[in-house]
Antibody
């Protein structure tokens, strides 16, 4: 059974960098699939942030591309998200997920972690 | 960007009855459409992909149909655990966009 678990600070100051890590168990990232991040502001809908392959190949949402960096560490079976210059609009529950085979839907999700941007 | 519009925003149905949720795309997304179920405090759960293929472990009372711009999620004989928010998502065009959700509540 594939399991994903997000970790990182729950509070980030405005203009600083949000950093999250997703640890994967039950499946080796090196075996394939793209892995991604999705966020959900409180009481609102869902937004794909981006996705990354084991090779480091990435796809970012154009609306966030200038501020997003994703990386993968196959030795630790985890991948990470950095979002720079955050504002209150970046307050959201951040989910890590596995993309479905060849397509950009999410078939496995982490439980999510709330990140609040506030001074 | 492809805009996904779900209707209705809220649907009130009695347990045991059926429910039909709609999702419309602003342009054709072929059959590249997924449905998710989200309960309070939980991550979304994939129900349907490729417009009509049930994900692993999803009960047969959930079915999806449609292609192009019009899609439907049908739930037959609602169980108590089915009352939740449902989202559609197109993945024909990157980054893949979600609808605003339909809240399915107990009548």
């Amino acid at each position: 059974q594939v399991q994903l678990q997000e970790s990182g600070p729950g509070l980030v100051k405005p203009s600083e960098t949000l950093s999250l890590t997703c640890a994967v168990s039950g499946y080796s990232i090196s075996s394939g699939y793209y892995w991604g991040w999705i966020r959900q502001p409180p009481g609102k809908g869902l937004e794909w942030i981006g996705s990354i392959y084991q090779s480091g190949s990435t796809y970012y949402n154009p609306s966030l591309k200038s501020r997003v960096t994703m990386s993968v560490d196959t030795s630790k079976n985890q991948f990470s998200l950095k979002l720079t210059s955050v504002t209150a609009a970046d307050t959201a529950v951040y989910y890590c997920a596995r993309r479905g085979s060849g397509y950009n839907y999410a078939d496995y999700w982490g439980q999510g972690t709330l990140v609040t941007v506030s001074s | 960007e492809v805009v996904m519009t779900q209707s209705p925003a809220t649907l009130s149905v009695s347990p045991g009855e059926g429910a039909t949720l709609s999702c419309r795309a602003s342009q054709s997304v072929s059959s590249n459409l997924a449905w998710y179920q989200q309960k309070p405090g939980q991550a979304p759960r994939l129900l349907i992909y490729a417009a009509s293929t049930r994900a692993t472990g999803v009960p047969a009372r959930f079915s999806g149909s449609g292609s192009g711009t019009e899609f439907t999620l049908t739930i037959s004989s609602l169980q108590s655990e089915d009352f939740a928010v449902y989202y559609c998502q197109q993945y024909n065009n990157w980054p893949g966009t979600f609808g605003q959700g339909t809240r399915l509540e107990i009548k």
